[in-house]
Structures are given as C-alpha cells and as structure tokens.
C-alpha cells in the first residue's frame, strides 16, 4: 500500500500563506520534488496525486473542505489510494511548537487542533500518524488571527526551513520506520542548519 500524505489547510487565495497552511506547504513542496501534478476530481472536495520515490508509492492529498471539516475528505482520499489509516500520515500547524520545529508522531488525540479532530471523527481512530509544523503562540493569544495571517521575516525562515525538513522526513518514511525517521524530524530544522554550518 501507498504512504498516504494529507496536508491540512484551508483552501482559496485569501488563505494562501497563512500559518494554518502549513500542511499543504508540505504536501505543495513534496509534490514538486516528486514531479506529482494534484488534480481535483469532479465532484470531490480534496486534490489528489500519485507518485513513486525510490521504487515505493506516494499518494499526496490536500482536503478542500476547510481546516475545521478536513475530514469530511479522508475516506475517500483513502478509498482513491486504496489504504487505510495504518498507511496515513497527516500534516498539519501546530500552536505549542516553536516556528522552525516539527515533530513526528505515531498516533495520538487531537490536542486541540479542530482539523485532525475532524480527521479523527471520520476515520474513527487517533492511530495515524501526525507531523507537525511549529507556528508558535502569539503574545496577545489572539489564535485565529494568528492562524490566519502570513508569517513573515525570520518566523517565515524558519518555517520554511521546518517545512524542508519535513518533506525530507517523509521521504525517509518511504525507506525507514517511524521510529527511525523520528530521530531526523525531532532535531529542530534550526538544530540542524547549525549543524552544517
């Protein structure tokens, strides 16, 4: 069975760079690095592509429900890569992680974050795996419109660089254990560009 990648976001231009769509920053990166054109088919809400990497398949989706229903888009995200939950990986922002951090992990609850409970209460399980990408919290706990604007100056380096980091993780999980790849994404991105320098 495919590794089956989905990236949370909202979809539309006004959403485009926003801190929320760092999930389908991922998804857009790995499908450029993989040659992998996302189409939407009629009458579906989510875009979908396929491709191979080192002789292992890859199915890349972006659910076009909104983040809060993303969901709604999985089962037959599924269906299309023929897999189930044990092959999904999800990717999405997350508030409690630094920007320039991301962090693998195996199964888990929604900690909160509307769009992978979504995913959860329509797969009806917490066993998938889930990347996250560090956004931080704003000082003024204003969330939704810190989730809903753009990132700039050296808080966008560095999510652009966790951003790398993950797409990188993710083709690690086309060759390696979770386990293993979670001993690359848990070093910071920012950790390891001090490390090459």
Known sequence: MPLVVIGLGNPGRPYKGNR???GFFVVDLLAEKLSIKLTKPFFYSYTKGKGVYRNKAIVLAKPLTYMNRSGLAIPGILHYAKADTSELLVVCDNLDLEPGICRLKTKGSS???RGLASVIEYTGTGDFM???IGIGRPPDNNIIEHVLSNPGGEEKQRID??????ASGILLLLEKPPLEVMN?????AIEQEEKEH
């Open 130 to 132: 889930r990347l996250y």
């Open 184 to 188: 690359f994404i848990n070093v910071t």
């Open 161 to 166: 660089l966790a951003v790398d980091k993950a």
């Open 20 to 22: 929320h769509n760092a």
């Open 111 to 113: 900690a909160g974050h």
